[in-house]
């Protein structure tokens, strides 16, 4: 994020300092040293050079705290450094010290907005109104507070009487789009937003409320349109690629898809980057055999994203696919590779090859005792052995230590079911959904447990709150399609296979959202909060620095 900060110089508070600092004269005094380091501070800023300029506003106020364009000087730094609770602190002295400064009024009243300090942003943006009752920061801030304490026709009212004074306010114009997404009026919510994002892109407030609109309107062209923007203003963000590779993947550019992952992976390897991608892949559910394909076209891929496709198609139990990518893992032991000859071990126990397994594995695990993929390797070699105890102590070490990690609780379900132990191998499936209720593979083999179980109302349950809460993603809807057609059901079978359509990059008209559905998404979001608004994004901190100018 990038932020505007005061580049000019403040020559009043400067003659002021220095004036105090003549008549004293003999070593630097507070004042003298004051005056120094806010210079120094303002021409580090002016260079771009905030961490360097914050070390400088930080002296300044040690000498002196008594000045509030100081303090000022200093919080507009902290916004550009990303320090918004520096900031706040900051513009906070400055206002005690001055009650009548708008600019650190303005900023903390949207400050304690995006911290969620709704008590604080409602009394500051009543001072802004006592001040100026048309002011569009005070409505904003006004609206945005009753939206948040879920009084929203005080929020609708207030937010129209600010787009009476400012028409174009992005801010107020997402706001009031959320107002109309709520209540279940789709297109007149995207009517408010997307004139902006087609001309200019809009922040990621707007973004992010346009997702949520395409996501219930399932149009897949859409979320990809807004992916694609992001990752061209945030290249090199890992969180980025791997929206814009789920967006991909879910239209059919798996190619594409895994060049966007390649790069997550090449910013940011680690087990939590394989997770995330094996997760991205599971909810726009893609085939491991169309991965195996795509990924022969791979120029250079990083070592985890190979490993981490090689995961997803375990999980999803296509042991070919995942053989004929560990193929292009390259060879040899070390801690290096304990990760890719885990899996090596595993999908050999899988084909039968026991002794291979076993001796893979044991290599793995004298490195690295703690490795899923050799452990459940090992724990399979124990259990074709009838070794149940062995293969059921391995099996639970893999959960214990993975705790969101779907193949794991289905392999100890499969151990737990050798043994006769059924009720706990049930139990076990719950435990992973429970545990990760985002992830459609743990999801998945809960439905096929209760479908085996003859329970196939109460896995359409599980499935439709699934859909409810992931609007926009394709496992779901693909579970329920099944479930739907199993049951006779055919208006959701209808409804579910249009879904599927439109995400996957088809014209046909947007399903219609059942009122019962509706009203469970807007109790979901009142209990978890609202969709799009997860903490501070650094949107009302940037929009307090652009009111500084």
């Not at 719950?430 to 998945?444: E, I, S, T, V």
């Amino acid at each position: 994020m990038t932020a505007k900060v005061h580049l000019h110089g403040r020559t009043t508070l400067l003659a002021i300092l220095l004036a105090g600092a003549s008549l004293l004269g003999g070593c630097k005094s507070a004042a003298e040293r004051a005056a120094a380091a806010m210079a120094q501070g303002q021409q580090l800023a002016a260079a771009g050079q905030y961490a360097a300029a914050q070390q400088q506003f930080d002296i300044a106020v040690q000498a002196r705290d008594d000045l509030p364009d100081l303090w000022m000087m200093r919080a507009r730094n902290q916004i550009a450094l990303g320090d918004y609770s520096g900031a706040y602190a900051s513009y906070r002295n400055a206002l005690d010290q001055d009650r009548t400064n708008r600019e650190a009024l303005d900023a903390m009243a949207q400050l304690s907005l995006a911290s969620k300090r709704f008590d604080d942003a409602r009394d500051y943006g009543e001072q802004i109104l006592a001040l100026a009752p048309q002011d569009p920061t005070g409505l904003l801030v006004t609206a945005s507070v009753a939206f948040e304490m879920g009084r929203f026709q005080a929020a609708s009212d207030t937010v129209r009487q600010l787009l009476k004074v400012a028409p174009d306010n992005e801010r107020g114009l997402v706001l009031l789009g959320r107002l109309e997404e709520r209540r279940g009026r789709l297109q007149e919510a995207a009517a408010l937003v997307e004139p902006i994002f087609k001309q200019r892109g809009g922040g990621d407030e707007l973004r992010a409320l346009l997702a949520k609109i395409y996501g219930d309107q399932a149009d897949g062209k859409g979320l990809l349109a807004i992916a694609q923007r992001d990752a061209a203003d945030r290249p090199r963000d890992p969180k980025v690629m791997q929206t814009l590779a789920q967006r991909q993947a879910t239209v059919g550019g798996i190619a594409a898809a895994l060049d966007a992952l390649n790069t997550a992976h090449t910013v940011k390897p680690g087990d939590a980057m394989r997770a995330e991608t094996v997760l991205t892949l599971a909810r726009a559910d893609v085939a491991p055999a169309a991965i195996v394909a795509a990924a022969s076209g791979l120029v250079s891929p990083q070592v985890d994203l190979v490993t981490a496709l090689a995961e997803y198609a375990i999980a999803r139990g296509d042991y070919r696919a995942a053989a004929a990518l560990v193929a292009r893992l390259p060879a040899g032991n070390g801690e290096d590779r304990t990760d890719q000859e885990g899996l090596r071990a595993f999908i050999a126990a899988a084909g039968g090859q026991m002794q291979d397994a076993s001796r893979r594995a044991d290599a793995v695990l004298a490195i690295d005792s703690g490795e899923p993929y050799a452990l459940m390797a090992r724990s399979q070699v124990e259990l074709a052995g009838r070794n149940l105890d062995a293969a059921l102590r391995d099996a639970r070490l893999v959960v214990s230590q993975n705790q969101q990690f779907a193949t794991g609780y289905a392999f100890l379900a499969r151990v737990l079911n050798a043994r006769g132990d059924r009720i706990l191998a049930d139990k076990t499936l719950f435990d992973g959904n429970n545990g990760d209720k985002a992830n459609p593979l743990a999801l998945r083999q809960l439905v096929m447990l209760l479908v085996a179980r003859g329970r196939s109302g109460d896995a359409l349950s599980y499935v439709r709150r699934y859909t409810i809460e992931n609007r926009d993603v394709p496992a779901g809807w693909t579970m329920r399609q099944a479930l739907c057609r199993s049951t006779g059901d055919a208006a959701c079978v209808q409804r579910a296979t249009a879904v599927l359509a439109r995400l996957r990059g088809g014209d046909g008209p947007a399903p219609r959202i059942p009122d019962d559905e509706l009203e469970s998404a807007r109790d979901l979001r009142d209990v978890y909060g609202d969709a799009g608004d997860d903490g501070d994004d650094g949107t009302a901190a940037t929009a307090a620095a652009g009111n500084a100018q």
